[in-house]
């Protein structure tokens, strides 16, 4: 489906891509999983928060939340979007001084992201699933210190209807033909774990 | 024979691409006189909205996706053989898609529904500039003008678009549809929209085009 539109003024579009950058250089999944395609997706997904967050106002929440049902079903957590959406305030906020509250939907969003994450986990489970992952895991990837955390997103993701959030995850964080037995039982064993303690309820 | 009973059969075969398969589905449907609102609504629009759920779901890849909106845009013209040689009435609708909107089977489908119900129904697709609808409007003189938008960010320029033609051509009736309106809230809403400009009805379902259609405004001919 065709791509998502361009925000019309060029320091928006330089803001998306410094974003972009941003979120690719500090995630090794992110970079190993997508590669420059993805950077090419993540910039017209920012192109599309910012354009739905500066025009569309009150619906924008809902347009977010479709956002994360589409990234989730492809190995994308919604928490990566939590993500996106503040790094990208801040690159809008450093690329244009003067727009003052114009792109706080952009963190209304991500806050309406993590309360809703947190209604399936517990602030503090979630915050510890990335040392859980490590101490099972100790030596091999370090490259992929958030393996834990995303795990942890994507159950929550799923318990909030997101079909497909976990598999999706799991095809590549336990691709045997990408990792070692011992990396993908420790991904197993805390994917159970987790899976224990998320919360299928919704207040 | 109805689309309930064949709509599995139809959207297996819209997912395999076979498009020689849903053409006899549809031949079939119209062989055996079914109403054509439910073709158009519960077997092409259906079948569209559940192809958006699986790509959405990462079910299909947006190839397969394509296929689909391409293989259901070369089944709409089956229908005009029941749609044409109706008996029209003087009035006429002009149907458009707002700027950098692509979403353009709604629209023809739309102008087809005019058809079945007497009108003389023209579709300008997808994309279409304000310049150009505002031309046409004067170009055509429709009774009816209407404009469609999909995706919620577009709703900006629908109100560019409705300001537009509401301020070259005040006398002329425009409605306002697409999934995107289900998005609208504070000043893109439906209702902030209509309230701005008079003329302008936001019609949300196909029921409601119907009754829009059937109302004492147009068959008295005022
Ligand atoms: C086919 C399709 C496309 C095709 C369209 C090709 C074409 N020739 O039309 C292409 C590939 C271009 C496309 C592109 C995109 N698409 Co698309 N697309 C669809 C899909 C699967 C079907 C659309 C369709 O034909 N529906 C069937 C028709 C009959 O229904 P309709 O349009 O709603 O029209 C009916 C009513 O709304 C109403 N109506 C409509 N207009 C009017 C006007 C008037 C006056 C009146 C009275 C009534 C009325 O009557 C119609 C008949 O009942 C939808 C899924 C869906 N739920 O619609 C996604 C969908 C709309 N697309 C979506 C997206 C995200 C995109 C892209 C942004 C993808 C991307 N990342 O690049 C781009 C945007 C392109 C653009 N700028 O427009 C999302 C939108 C989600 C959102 N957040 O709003 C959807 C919902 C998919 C999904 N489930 O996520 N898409």
């Known amino acids: 489906m065709g791509d998502h539109p361009l925000p019309g003024d060029e320091r928006e579009i330089a803001a998306a891509v410094s974003a972009c950058a941003l979120m690719f250089d500090g995630s090794a999944y992110l970079s190993h999983r997508y590669g420059e395609r993805g950077r090419q997706f993540c910039r017209s997904g920012g192109g599309f928060l910012i354009v739905t967050c500066r025009h569309v106002h009150a619906g924008f929440l809902e347009q977010v939340r479709w956002l994360v049902g589409l990234r989730a079903a492809r190995g994308m957590p919604g928490w990566l979007l939590e993500r996106h959406l503040v790094i990208l305030h801040g690159c809008l906020r450093r690329e244009i001084p003067a727009a003052g509250t114009r792109y706080d939907g952009l963190l209304t969003a991500a806050t309406d992201l993590a309360d809703r994450r947190r209604r399936h986990l517990a602030e503090d489970a979630f915050l510890a699933a990335a040392s859980r992952f490590s101490a099972r895991a100790p030596d091999c990837h370090p490259t992929l210190p958030e393996a834990g955390t995303l795990l942890a997103a994507a159950l929550c993701d799923e318990a909030a209807g997101n079909e497909g959030a976990v598999r999706s995850l799991l095809d590549w964080l336990a691709d045997p033909r990408r990792f070692p037995p011992e990396w993908i039982g420790a991904v197993h064993a805390t994917a159970g774990e987790l899976a224990a303690e998320i919360s299928h309820e919704c207040p | ?222």
């Open chain 2, 1 to 222: 024979m109805n689309v309930h009973d064949v709509f599995r059969e139809y959207l297996d075969a819209l997912v395999a691409g076979d498009r020689a398969a849903c053409q006899r589905i549809v031949e079939g449907l119209l062989d055996a006189g079914t109403d054509l609102k439910s073709i158009y609504v519960d077997l092409f629009q259906g079948s569209m909205y559940r192809i958006g759920e699986l790509w959405e779901r990462n079910v299909i890849s947006v190839a397969v996706e394509h296929m689909a909106t391409s293989i259901t845009e070369s089944l709409l013209p089956l229908v005009y053989g029941r749609l044409f040689g109706r008996p029209h009435v003087e009035r006429s609708a002009l149907i458009a898609c707002v700027p950098s909107e692509f979403h353009q089977i709604g629209v023809h489908i739309i102008a087809d529904f005019f058809e079945l119900h007497g009108w003389h129904g023209h579709c300008l697709g997808a994309n279409t500039p304000v310049d150009g609808l505002v031309a046409a409007v004067g170009d055509m003189g429709p009774d009816v003008v209407g404009l469609s938008a999909s995706l919620a960010y577009n709703l900006p320029v629908l109100s560019d678009m409705l300001e537009a033609v509401a301020t070259h051509h005040p006398g002329t009736a425009i409605l306002l549809g697409g999934r995107a309106l289900t998005f609208g809230q504070g000043e893109f809403s439906p209702a902030a929209l209509e309230q701005r400009f008079p003329q302008a009805t936001y019609v949300a379902s196909i029921e409601a085009l119907e009754a829009y259609i059937e109302s004492p405004r147009w068959r008295n001919g005022t």
